[in-house]
C-alpha cells in the first residue's frame, strides 16, 4: 500500500475489466468502478468510514475520488510486483485489487499477521482514501512520505471494527514511535504494517488528536526534518 505520487494519467485506463460497472456511492461524489457488487458495497463503506474518520478530527472530508477495484494493481515505473493499493490524490483516483483477488494471493493470511477477512481487505481501501482526503489538508509543498503514511496507516487502524482491531495490536509487541522524528523513511523499512501499528500507538497517545493531525498537516512536525523520503 505504497501512496504514489506523479501516477501517469494512462494507468487510470490499464487493466480496467471491459465489462466492469461504474457507479456513485449514495449521497457521495465518490464513483467505485468495479465487476463484483460486493466490492462496490466495500469500497463505498470503506469511502463512507474514512469521510466520518476525518470528520470525527476536525477535518473536511469531502472530495472527488474515483476508486477502481482491480484484479491487478501494479507498483509504479521502476518497482516490480504488485501492489495492494495505490492513490493518485492529484487526480483524485485510487486503485485496489478486488477482494476476490486478495482471497487468491498466498499472502492472505498476512494483512497484520491476522488471516484476511472482509474488514481488513476494506481497510486497504480506507488506506487509500485516507491518502486522497489527507493530501488537500496539507499547506505544505513537499510531504515526507512517512508522513503521509502515518496519516493512512491510523485512519485504516482507527476504522477497523474494535475485535479486528484488537487482534492485530495483540500480535504485535512493539512500542509506538518514541517521538515525531521516528516517523521516518528507516522506520517505514521496518516493515509498513509493523510502522501502520506503531504509528496507530503513537498517534492514539496525543492529548489533542485534531492538533496533531493539524500540526502534521502544517508541516509544523520534526518528521519533516528526516530529509528522507519513501
Known amino acids: 500500500?505504497?501512496?504514489?505520487?506523479?501516477?501517469?494519467?494512462?494507468?487510470?485506463?490499464?487493466g480496467t475489466p471491459v465489462h466492469a460497472e461504474t457507479r456513485e456511492c449514495p449521497g457521495s461524489a465518490t464513483v467505485i468502478v468495479y465487476d463484483e457488487h460486493r466490492d462496490y458495497i466495500m469500497a463505498c463503506s470503506a469511502a463512507a468510514k474514512t469521510i466520518g474518520f476525518f470528520r470525527e478530527m476536525g477535518f473536511m472530508a469531502e472530495t472527488p475520488m474515483m476508486i477502481s477495484m482491480k484484479d491487478s494493481v501494479q507498483l509504479e515505473q521502476g518497482f516490480a510486483g504488485e501492489a495492494y493499493g495505490h492513490c493518485d490524490p492529484a487526480l483524485g483516483y485510487i486503485e485496489v485489487i478486488s477482494y476476490d483477488r486478495h482471497e487468491r494471493l498466498k499472502t492472505r493470511d498476512q494483512m497484520f499477521g491476522v488471516r484476511l477477512n472482509a474488514a481488513l481487505h476494506e481497510s486497504i481501501i480506507v488506506h487509500e482514501v485516507a491518502h486522497a482526503l489527507a493530501d488537500i489538508h496539507f499547506s505544505v509543498l513537499e510531504v515526507p512520505g512517512a508522513v503521509h503514511e502515518y496519516i493512512a496507516y491510523v485512519a485504516q487502524i482507527a476504522t477497523l471494527p474494535e475485535v479486528t482491531r484488537r487482534n492485530v495490536l495483540r500480535r504485535y509487541s512493539i512500542t509506538a514511535f518514541r517521538d515525531e522524528k521516528a516517523i521516518n523513511f528507516f522506520t517505514y523499512l521496518d516493515g509498513p504494517q509493523i510502522f501502520g501499528v506503531r504509528s496507530y500507538k503513537h498517534f492514539m497517545q496525543q492529548r489533542d488528536h485534531n492538533f496533531f493531525l493539524l500540526r502534521l498537516f502544517a508541516g509544523d512536525s520534526s518528521a519533516y526534518q528526516q530529509g528522507l523520503d519513501i
Open 1 to 14: 500500500m505504497r501512496f504514489v505520487f506523479g501516477l501517469v494519467l494512462p494507468l487510470i485506463f490499464l
